[in-house]
């Protein structure tokens, strides 16, 4: 299968070539945290991505027209030959590069050799689920908020403050914290905070400190917007989050899921069309066998009949018949309700949230 080939076939399947790539280079992690969906944890070596296989994919994918790489585990920085990887991905061109980490690993040749990359299109993603050791540790374990703190000061220290996006995991116990994240960030001089709603598989299911907010919480968050004006100029220099961009209605969507354009590669070469959409029946595996271009054109009639699901989900979920956001809404996310309701044809978990917000007062014009 030529590189072409398998980019014909994809198109023939009505998907769109992929974008970014988000590969889990490792499923080891420092920590085992409560919420974490992939279950990473302290692994033996074997749980790394021998080099070699990772590059193989990378640089396919980069020959593929691939624009963006988002590195990820586990946590990276424990795969040994992390920086290789991130060196020998800087020369393939890419737009950008993502570094996806809990921050607690960084050394100094690590530091040194970011810096180096001299790469603009690079962003270091640092997970901080609170703005206190109190929250973050909850769910991540005693002393990870140091550890990230650390690791957030040095990466200032070495000139990459603008390089670094905060993420945060909502959750119940920790939605509070944002403005404060917010109000930190500024003054560490970070470029962009981001947060993502808990996805509710893997070891957040079950008994777990990690629960997802309710929507009482996030209308608190939207009443903050609209009356804390030092929270609403922060928000808007440097924060991102889907609740609150629910009501602009600047992620108004037109389209269901964009398959392929943003793939997931687990470490053990299980390829999935999206980072949210987990089913076993529309994956394809042995991926650092068969190589990347070779797993896109096996996929592809599979991923073709994932996006006729997606796109049909608002006839058939029930809830959604007569539901005003309907059109913006488009029935919310095909892979956050397969993880959290195990069907692909229900509303996601996120459903009645998004209720709430639009009863609150949603500006999204459609
Ligand atoms: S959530 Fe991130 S830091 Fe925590 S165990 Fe999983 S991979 Fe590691
Ligand atoms: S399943 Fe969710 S994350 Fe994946 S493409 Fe569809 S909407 Fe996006
Ligand atoms: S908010 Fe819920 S009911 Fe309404 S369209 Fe979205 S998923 Fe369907």
Same mark, same amino acid.
């Given at each position: 299968?030529?590189?072409?080939?398998?980019?014909?076939?994809?198109?023939?399947? =009505?998907?769109? @070539?992929?974008? %970014?790539? %988000? +590969?889990? +280079?490792?499923?080891?992690?420092?920590?085992?945290?409560?919420?974490?969906?992939?279950?990473?944890?302290?692994?033996?070596?074997?749980?790394?991505?021998?080099?070699?296989?990772?590059?193989?994919?990378?640089?396919?994918?980069?020959?593929?027209?691939?624009?963006?790489?988002?590195?990820?585990?586990?946590?990276?920085?424990?795969?040994?030959?992390?920086?290789?990887?991130?060196?020998?991905?800087?020369?393939?061109?890419?737009?950008?590069?993502?570094?996806?980490?809990?921050?607690?690993?960084?050394?100094?040749?690590?530091?040194?050799?970011?810096?180096?990359? !001299?790469? @603009?299109?690079?962003?270091?993603? $640092?997970?901080?689920?609170?703005?206190?050791?109190? &929250?973050?540790?909850?769910?991540? /374990?005693?002393?990870?908020?140091?550890?990230?703190?650390?690791?957030?000061?040095?990466?200032?220290?070495?000139?990459?403050? =603008?390089?670094? %996006?905060?993420?945060?995991?909502?959750?119940?116990?920790?939605?509070?914290?944002?403005?404060?994240?917010? !109000?930190?960030? !500024?003054?560490?001089?970070?470029?962009?905070?981001?947060?993502?709603?808990?996805?509710?598989?893997?070891?957040? $299911?079950?008994?777990?400190?990690? $629960? @997802?907010?309710?929507?009482?919480?996030?209308?608190?968050?939207?009443?903050?917007?609209?009356?804390?004006?030092?929270?609403?100029?922060?928000?808007?220099? +440097?924060?991102?989050?889907?609740?609150?961009?629910?009501? &602009?209605?600047? %992620?108004?969507?037109?389209?269901?899921?964009?398959?392929?354009?943003?793939?997931?590669?687990?470490?053990?070469?299980?390829?999935?069309?999206?980072?949210?959409?987990?089913?076993?029946?529309?994956?394809?595996? /042995? $991926?650092?066998?068969?190589?990347?271009?070779?797993?896109?054109?096996? =996929?592809?009639?599979?991923?073709?009949?994932?996006?006729?699901?997606?796109?049909?989900?608002t #006839?058939?979920i029930n809830e959604c018949h007569d539901c005003?956001l309907k @059109?913006?809404?488009?029935g919310g996310?095909?892979?956050?309700?397969? /993880?959290?309701?195990? #069907?692909?044809?229900a509303a996601d978990?996120?459903c009645e949230? *998004?209720q709430? +917000?639009?009863?609150? /007062?949603?500006?999204? *014009?459609?």
């Amino acid at each position: 299968m030529t590189r072409c080939e398998s980019l014909e076939t994809v198109r023939q399947w =009505g998907l769109k @070539p992929p974008k %970014t790539l %988000t +590969i889990a +280079i490792t499923a080891a992690c420092n920590l085992a945290c409560q919420h974490c969906w992939v279950e990473a944890g302290l692994l033996p070596v074997s749980a790394h991505v021998p080099t070699r296989s990772l590059m193989r994919i990378i640089k396919e994918f980069a020959a593929l027209g691939g624009e963006g790489l988002r590195i990820t585990g586990g946590e990276p920085l424990c795969h040994p030959h992390v920086l290789n990887i991130l060196q020998s991905s800087r020369a393939l061109g890419f737009k950008a590069i993502i570094l996806q980490t809990n921050a607690m690993l960084l050394k100094d040749e690590h530091l040194t050799a970011l810096h180096e990359l !001299e790469f @603009p299109g690079l962003s270091i993603q $640092v997970s901080l689920d609170g703005a206190t050791a109190d &929250t973050h540790d909850l769910v991540r /374990g005693k002393g990870a908020f140091d550890g990230a703190l650390s690791g957030l000061v040095k990466l200032v220290q070495y000139g990459l403050a =603008g390089r670094i %996006t905060l993420f945060l995991t909502e959750m119940r116990h920790n939605l509070e914290d944002i403005p404060a994240l917010l !109000e930190f960030a !500024e003054r560490m001089g970070i470029s962009s905070f981001n947060s993502g709603a808990l996805v509710q598989c893997g070891r957040a $299911v079950g008994d777990t400190a990690a $629960v @997802p907010p309710d929507s009482a919480q996030y209308l608190k968050l939207l009443e903050r917007y609209d009356t804390d004006p030092r929270f609403r100029e922060l928000y808007r220099k +440097i924060g991102r989050i889907a609740a609150l961009e629910w009501r &602009t209605g600047e %992620t108004v969507r037109h389209e269901h899921c964009t398959f392929v354009e943003n793939p997931y590669l687990t470490p053990s070469g299980v390829l999935y069309p999206c980072l949210l959409c987990h089913t076993g029946d529309f994956s394809v595996s /042995g $991926v650092f066998d068969k190589g990347f271009a070779a797993a896109l054109a096996e =996929g592809a009639p599979a991923w073709s009949s994932l996006l006729q699901i997606s796109r049909s989900r608002t #006839d058939t979920i029930n809830e959604c018949h007569d539901c005003p956001l309907k @059109p913006c809404c488009g029935g919310g996310c095909m892979g956050r309700a397969w /993880g959290s309701r195990g #069907d692909l044809v229900a509303a996601d978990d996120r459903c009645e949230v *998004r209720q709430a +917000i639009y009863r609150y /007062g949603c500006n999204c *014009r459609y």
